[in-house]
């Protein structure tokens, strides 16, 4: 890793980020030194600190399993012991998305994770805990073999109604495309009948109302990859929406389009949108579908609507950019620096459609060719 590159999080010129890395690295060893003996009862263990140190029992009990766990990612250990990015909660959830991995495959989990993890560009933007889980997964369902679908845990197969106020509140869990599905079903509804979201639901379980539902699906001709508003999905998943596909785009001539137009093609949006997957302010989890389509360089200062010039911003962080609050430039290969305050922080693109994730796809089964001809 050439020291030219660094996260916003582990500039070596900043106060506050060598404070954290600092107080990650002592946190890191802190854990490792509550580490009970094999012998000892787990209990009791994680409640004498709970005791004396009012940490949640639920985050000891990760944080004791993830410094046990890091003696089988020595990449990933050396990593985060040098550069300080990571702290517990991204630790515990790289070790929770790995802890069923068999332990063959555990070398090619952990580098394949230190490399993710490695910062490519100056003030590069940290993965969130979220998208970490997520290329985890992406990375599960690539190398291992496929699994049984489990069964859902008995609390997710019921739904309940607890009544409160005037009405009656209506919970379920189901598969997060399910939900995109639904969603958007509820929100075409609400907009056509000129209904309350709650009130689209209702006609649609008690009335004849129909409506037609259009998702976006990246991917191959023949592979939907990931669901807009759905996330990655599985391979189960991915067998089933390949059956719903009704029309192809070719995304590739979309990504250098321009239009003399203000408002972006629809297709454009679509590449945007697939292109981010969320809003592009560092630490902003709004998902692309429910962001705004913002122009980088402003419309009426001459920037173009083309997709190097485009990115998806929440509400709040849209307005932020028009008070001038918030500056940005755009970069090469959909990259946005963005300058907060006079704190420049490099946010780098993690949707389907970016150069990241299509890097990572070809190099991962190039490293898989080396390691099966070996």
């Given at each position: 890793m050439?020291?030219?590159f660094?996260?916003?999080?582990t500039?070596?010129?900043?106060p506050?980020?060598?404070?954290?890395?600092?107080?990650?690295?002592?946190?890191l060893?802190?854990?490792?030194a509550?580490l009970?003996?094999?012998?000892e009862?787990?209990?009791?263990?994680i409640?004498?600190?709970?005791?004396?140190?009012?940490v949640?029992?639920?985050?000891i009990?990760?944080?004791?399993?993830?410094?046990?766990?890091?003696?089988?990612?020595?990449?990933?250990?050396?990593?985060?012991?040098?550069?300080?990015?990571?702290?517990?909660p991204?630790l515990?959830?790289?070790?929770?998305?790995?802890?069923?991995?068999?332990?063959?495959?555990?070398?090619?989990?952990?580098?394949?994770?230190a490399?993710?993890?490695t910062?490519?560009r100056?003030n590069?933007?940290?993965?969130?805990?979220?998208?970490?889980?997520?290329?985890?997964?992406?990375l599960?369902?690539?190398?291992?073999?496929?699994?049984?679908?489990?069964?859902p845990?008995?609390?997710?197969t019921?739904?309940?109604f607890s009544?409160?106020?005037?009405?009656?509140r209506?919970s379920?869990?189901?598969?997060?495309?399910?939900?995109?599905?639904?969603?958007?079903?509820?929100?075409?509804?609400?907009?056509?009948?000129?209904?309350?979201?709650?009130?689209?639901?209702?006609?649609?379980?008690?009335?004849?109302?129909?409506?037609e539902?259009t998702?976006?699906?990246?991917?191959?001709a023949?592979?939907?990859?990931?669901l807009?508003?759905?996330?990655?999905l599985?391979?189960?998943?991915?067998?089933y929406?390949?059956?719903?596909v009704?029309?192809h785009?070719?995304m590739?001539?979309?990504?250098?389009?321009?239009?003399?137009?203000?408002?972006?093609?629809?297709?454009?949006k679509?590449?945007?949108?697939?292109?981010?997957?969320e809003?592009?302010?560092?630490?902003?989890?709004?998902?692309?579908?429910?962001?705004?389509?913002?122009?980088?360089?402003?419309f009426?200062r001459?920037?173009?609507?083309?997709?190097?010039?485009?990115?998806?911003l929440?509400?709040?962080?849209?307005?932020?950019?028009?008070?001038?609050r918030?500056?940005?430039?755009?970069l090469?290969?959909?990259?946005?620096?963005?300058?907060?305050?006079?704190?420049?922080?490099r946010?780098v693109?993690?949707?389907?459609?970016?150069?990241?994730?299509?890097?990572?796809?070809?190099?991962?089964?190039?490293?898989?060719?080396?390691?099966?001809?070996?």
């Amino acid at each position: 890793m050439s020291e030219m590159f660094y996260y916003g999080v582990t500039n070596p010129s900043d106060p506050l980020s060598c404070e954290i890395t600092h107080r990650n690295r002592k946190e890191l060893r802190f854990w490792h030194a509550q580490l009970p003996d094999d012998d000892e009862d787990l209990a009791t263990s994680i409640l004498k600190i709970n005791l004396r140190t009012g940490v949640p029992r639920k985050f000891i009990a990760a944080s004791l399993f993830t410094v046990r766990f890091l003696k089988k990612l020595p990449f990933l250990s050396a990593l985060a012991d040098k550069l300080g990015h990571l702290d517990m909660p991204r630790l515990n959830t790289i070790t929770r998305a790995l802890c069923k991995v068999p332990s063959q495959f555990l070398e090619l989990f952990d580098e394949q994770l230190a490399a993710y993890l490695t910062p490519t560009r100056q003030n590069q933007v940290l993965p969130q805990p979220a998208s970490i889980a997520a290329m985890s997964r992406r990375l599960k369902d690539k190398l291992l073999p496929p699994e049984p679908e489990e069964e859902p845990a008995s609390q997710h197969t019921t739904v309940s109604f607890s009544k409160g106020g005037k009405g009656v509140r209506l919970s379920a869990w189901i598969p997060e495309d399910q939900a995109a599905l639904i969603d958007v079903a509820i929100k075409q509804v609400a907009k056509t009948q000129d209904l309350l979201p709650s009130q689209a639901l209702s006609e649609l379980l008690m009335s004849n109302i129909t409506t037609e539902v259009t998702l976006h699906a990246y991917g191959s001709a023949t592979k939907p990859e990931y669901l807009q508003n759905g996330g990655w999905l599985t391979p189960q998943q991915i067998d089933y929406w390949k059956t719903k596909v009704t029309m192809h785009c070719d995304m590739d001539g979309i990504a250098c389009a321009e239009t003399s137009s203000y408002s972006p093609t629809y297709e454009m949006k679509a590449f945007v949108r697939g292109r981010d997957s969320e809003c592009r302010v560092p630490g902003c989890t709004v998902k692309a579908v429910n962001c705004q389509i913002d122009h980088i360089i402003p419309f009426d200062r001459g920037g173009p609507t083309t997709p190097w010039n485009l990115q998806c911003l929440c509400v709040f962080h849209h307005n932020m950019k028009t008070d001038g609050r918030l500056d940005a430039v755009p970069l090469p290969d959909g990259d946005v620096l963005f300058v907060i305050d006079g704190l420049p922080f490099r946010s780098v693109p993690d949707g389907p459609l970016s150069r990241s994730n299509q890097t990572w796809g070809t190099k991962f089964g190039d490293y898989m060719d080396r390691k099966v001809a070996a």
